[in-house]
């Protein structure tokens, strides 16, 4: 398997049932994952906040707006249905995982149909992991396996600043909860 479909997991992971397997069959799968220094439960909250921006490179994924860096006040309140970007929630569970599906109708003319599922996984009281499984459906023929080629590739470079920047975020969430201060939507990076 190459680093744009298996970036930073394991085996064990990719071995693991999702949420989004369920969604999409028959596809071609796609794992990002990233160990996180703070405990499940504040990584889930600051994965909720999906739901609102990408918190990849905002230049190119936000239309130049930074995605918030500071804690949004009942982010973690999810519903089945929720829009989240050009996504729609569609299972979760909480301090566990958020499982998505595409549709907005002109990304899923580009990119087809795509599920994924962001878990987070506690590894000690402290520690987490957060691993993205993606379920891409493959349009038929040469063109379609090239499409899904280039997404994994494309999908690496954003998917990876994405959960990098949500893990530097929670690790910063939690040092400033144990500091005995919370965090303000006007603070800075």
């Not at 999702?18 to 703070?38: H, K, M, N, Q, S």
């Not at 402290?126 to 379920?135: I, N």
Request: aromatic letters at 6%; charged letters at 25%.
């Amino acid at each position: 398997m190459s680093i744009a479909r298996t970036w930073g997991t394991t085996a064990a992971e990719r071995a693991q049932t999702y949420p989004c397997d369920t969604i999409i069959e028959p596809a071609e799968d796609l794992f990002r994952g990233v160990d996180v220094a703070a405990p499940a439960a504040v990584t889930y909250r600051r994965l909720c906040h999906v739901k609102v921006a990408p918190y990849s490179y905002d230049w190119l994924d936000n239309r130049g707006r930074r995605s918030p860096r500071g804690l949004i006040a009942g982010i973690d309140d999810l519903a089945l249905g929720d829009r989240m970007l050009i996504f729609t929630l569609v299972a979760f569970q909480r301090d566990e995982h958020v499982t998505l599906r595409l549709t907005a109708p002109h990304a899923r003319r580009v990119f087809g149909d795509i599920a994924v599922t962001y878990a987070v996984v506690a590894t000690s009281p402290s520690t987490c992991r957060l691993v993205a499984k993606l379920r891409v459906t493959p349009a038929p023929g040469p063109l379609g396996r090239l499409r899904t080629s280039l997404l994994a590739w494309g999908d690496l470079v954003m998917m990876r600043k994405q959960l990098l920047t949500l893990a530097r975020l929670a690790e910063r969430d939690a040092a400033q909860s144990r500091a005995g201060r919370g965090t303000s939507p006007s603070e800075p990076e």
